[in-house]
């Protein structure tokens, strides 16, 4: 997706962390305002949406800069004019790195609603898709904006439902790349996993790959269920 490895930049331990102070985050709100507020469950809910947000931020940019995280200079996206209004923090020193971003989905793996720090963002995900830029224009290659991407509990109060990492397209129109962060912190596990154990691995060999099981490639002039030398069809 990218030519670099992006996910390397997201280190496991920042990304445990941030789970962990999300959730707290949920919970503290919830508990706050059902503790101190005084409200019916109408505007109770609404009301902790609006603190479990903020508070999240705080808690985001409070652990990314833990991790040499660092926000953006003068709220300005870097190599670009475009200007952003939430905690954006970047990592990956002088070579291309990514921005990462916190947002809201409202149910697990739909887009976060669009807002003009979202917008600046993504913009910077314009090499990531086919495209002709004929007047030169157009977002260079170099950094990513990825967002780590939380989903309340719907059915429960003070609880989250996913938590996941996401790279938006640049139109804002869908995912192209969308994971649970189980799932992400698994594969980044099994990748890592993958190069110490092979012998014949070049040692620049990154994080971003292919799965551990992938189906065999079958030629097209075999027939549909001869099966290979692993047993597979």
């Not at 706050?32 to 903020?54: I, S």
Request: aromatic share 8%.
């Amino acid at each position: 997706m990218a030519d670099f490895d992006w996910k390397q930049l997201l280190k496991r331990g920042l990304l445990l962390a941030l789970e962990d102070r999300m959730g707290a985050e949920t919970l503290r709100a919830f508990q706050l305002v059902r503790d101190h507020a005084g409200l019916d469950r109408k505007r109770g809910r609404e009301l902790e949406g609006q603190a479990r947000f903020r508070m999240m931020e705080q808690a985001f940019e409070e652990i990314c800069a833990r991790f040499d995280g660092l926000p953006l200079a003068g709220g300005v996206l870097p190599n670009t004019n475009l200007k952003i209004f939430q905690p954006f923090m970047r990592f990956g020193g002088e070579g291309p790195g990514v921005i990462l971003g916190l947002a809201a989905m409202p149910e697990p793996s739909k887009l976060p609603a669009k807002n003009r720090s979202r917008l600046a963002g993504v913009t910077l995900n314009f090499s990531l898709m086919p495209s002709f830029d004929f007047d030169g224009l157009g977002p260079k290659p170099g950094d990513i904006f990825v967002l780590f991407l939380v989903a309340r509990d719907r059915e429960q109060s003070g609880k989250l439902e996913e938590i996941a990492i996401g790279v938006i397209d640049s139109a804002y129109d869908q995912f192209l790349f969308y994971e649970r962060l189980d799932k992400f912190l698994a594969d980044d596990a099994d990748a890592t996993e993958t190069v110490r154990s092979s012998a014949s691995a070049p040692s620049d060999v990154g994080l971003v790959r292919l799965k551990s099981k992938v189906k065999p490639f079958v030629p097209p002039e075999l027939p549909p269920e001869v099966e290979d030398d692993t047993g597979t069809k």
